[in-house]
């Protein structure tokens, strides 16, 4: 997958798949003279991107009126507003449909490399990688000297013989 460590590049990005797959307001009966949710769904991107907070994504795009002409705004959403979007859009049908079409869209603008064959695959934990367990560290380290040692399934030989014991009992 192409990366990007342009925030400008992830903010329009993010506008653009907002705009093919989200509504434009969270309601029908909304005043629509405020922001849209493609606007405020790239503004969050943007947020996570540059792993800042609420009222730091706040100034950033206060600072940079050309990034917000990009996504069509005149002022950068406040805190609040935020806030009430990322609790909006962080439904889990929302999120899961929201990443079959972010798949979707980077296939077809051909952002993905390979064959095609192999499934997507994203994590949405909302955990980033660093936060893992020491235990299961660990558990990556043996089982992959297993398989170096042409262990089957990654088992180790103590397993092997335990459970070979455990039948042999009456």
């Not at 917000?68 to 909006?88: C, M, Q, V, W, Y």
């Not at 990443?99 to 064959?117: E, F, I, P, Q, T």
């Not at 380290?141 to 088992?155: C, I, L, M, V, Y």
């Amino acid at each position: 997958m192409i990366t990007s460590k342009s925030p400008r590049k992830v903010l329009k990005l993010a506008y653009a798949l907002g705009v093919e797959v989200l509504p434009r307001y969270f309601s029908p009966f909304s005043r629509h003279d405020g922001f849209t949710k493609p606007q405020l769904f790239a503004c969050l991107v943007l947020r996570e991107h540059q792993k800042k907070s609420l009222r730091g994504v706040e100034e950033l795009l206060a600072d940079s009126p050309q990034w917000l002409a990009d996504i069509g705004l005149s002022k950068a959403p406040d805190h609040n507003t935020l806030s009430r979007a990322f609790n909006e859009f962080v439904d889990p049908d929302l999120a899961t449909s929201m990443l079959d079409l972010m798949a979707k869209l980077a296939a077809s603008r051909k952002l993905l490399r390979g064959d095609g064959v192999k499934p997507l695959t994203l994590d949405s934990s909302m955990f980033e990688s660093r936060h893992v367990s020491r235990h299961f560290e660990q558990r990556q380290r043996d089982t992959a000297a297993a398989a170096s040692r042409g262990g089957k399934h990654g088992q180790t030989k103590r397993r092997k013989k335990g459970a070979a014991g455990r039948g042999t009992r009456g």
